[in-house]
Structures are given as C-alpha cells and as structure tokens.
C-alpha cells in the first residue's frame, strides 16, 4: 500500500507521455475537452442539417476535430510498462478514442449509403451523441482522480473509483459496437430485399453480412 500512495502522480506523468509538466498538459491535451468537441459538433449536425448534403458538410467539423485528437491517442498507445493501476487509466482513456473512431469512421460511410433516410442519419448521430457524452463524464470523473492535488481520497477510493471507470468505459465501448452494428443491419437488410448486398458490404466491409 505504501507504494500506492505515489501510484497517482505517477499515471498523470506517465499517461501524458513523461512531458515532465502534468498539470498543463492536461488542459492543452485533455481527452475530456476533445470528446466534448466532438459532441457539441455533433448537436450542431443533428440540430441544423435536415438533408444528407447538409449533413456531410457539417460531420467534416467532427472529423476534423477526431482527426486533431488521433495524434493524442496514438502517442498514449506508446506508453508502456505502466503499473497495474496506471494501466488502467490509460486503457479507459484509449477506450475513449476508439468510441470516437467508431463514430467517425462508421458514420462517414453511412451518410454516402443510400439505404438511410436524413431523419434516419440525425437519429444515429444522436444515438452516437449520447453515447459520447456518457464517455466524456466518464473521463471527467477520472481526471479528477489522477489530480494529485486531491488529497482527501484514500488510496482504496482512487482504485475503486478508477476500477469504476475502467468498467464503465468497457460497458461503453461496447454498446458503441453493438449499436454501430444493429444501425448497419438496417442497411444490409434493405439492401437484401433489392439484391443490393454487395453495396453494403463494399461500404463496410465483410464484417457486414454477420450484423445480421
């Protein structure tokens, strides 16, 4: 237990890729902020776009921001020999990337795929929309664990509480996949009824025929 008492300034050095200057790369690179950006873009999509046009010219604002943060996410996938609970924390972080490449890169191909309407395509991006700022209050929470001027918490409540997170970040991720994958079901199964599967899976790739 000893050790864990330096387990936390610890992750904040490591997870920001041992700059040597925690505090402000937290606020220049923060995970949180990102996510959120990509969520306020998305609002505006979903808010403002009512055809398939409009909608495309907006989500570049999304994947420009995703495109912004990749760098981030590659650099933390470098960091290596990480104590357990270290490790945890940069795994929910990376989770929350690859959330944000799932929307970006699946909802790319489905505003070029005919078999969803524009209030079909604003509908998804909602559900995509929710499902980040789930992610994003997750983060949220761990930052404010790792902050080594939070001294008031035992070094049990920081690991449970960044267990809690790590789970929860889980939990996410996958009901990210699970819903990317119903919403293409949708697609091959229209598509299915005119012969058109081929479509489908060229646009997604063969992993489209067993959403299904």
Same mark, same amino acid.
Do not use: P
């Given at each position: 237990m000893k050790q864990l008492k330096f387990l936390f300034p610890i992750i904040a050095?490591?997870?920001?890729?041992?700059?040597?200057?925690? @505090?402000?790369?937290w606020t220049v690179i923060d995970p949180s902020n990102i996510a959120q950006s990509i969520v306020n873009s998305s609002k505006e999509l979903?808010?403002?776009s009512t055809?398939?046009?409009?909608?495309?010219?907006?989500?570049?604002?999304t994947v420009k921001?995703?495109?912004?943060?990749?760098?981030?996410y590659d650099a933390l996938r470098s960091v290596n020999n990480l104590v357990r609970d270290a490790r945890k924390v940069q795994q929910t972080l990376l989770?929350?990337?690859?959330i944000s490449k799932t929307y970006v890169s699946n909802f790319q191909k489905m505003l070029t795929d005919p078999y969803f309407t524009s209030s079909e395509l604003s509908a998804i991006a909602s559900g995509y929309t929710r499902l980040m700022e789930e992610a994003t209050g997750v983060v949220g929470e761990l930052k404010n664990v790792v902050n080594i001027t939070?001294?008031?918490?035992?070094?049990?409540?920081?690991i449970d509480i960044v267990d809690k997170c790590h789970k929860e970040m889980?939990?996410?991720r996958s009901?990210?996949?699970?819903?990317? @994958?119903?919403?293409?079901?949708?697609?091959?199964?229209?598509?299915?009824?005119?012969?058109?599967?081929?479509?489908?899976?060229?646009?997604?790739?063969?992993?489209?025929?067993?959403?299904?």
């Open positions: 050095l490591c997870l920001l890729l041992g700059t040597g200057r925690a @505090n402000a790369q979903v808010q403002s055809t398939a046009e409009h909608m495309v010219k907006s989500f570049q604002e921001i995703y495109e912004q943060s990749k760098k981030y989770m929350l990337g690859d939070t001294m008031s918490m035992t070094d049990k409540d920081r889980v939990r996410l009901l990210t996949s699970y819903y990317t @994958n119903k919403n293409i079901s949708v697609s091959y199964l229209r598509a299915k009824k005119k012969a058109d599967t081929q479509r489908v899976i060229d646009l997604y790739g063969e992993g489209a025929q067993k959403y299904w």
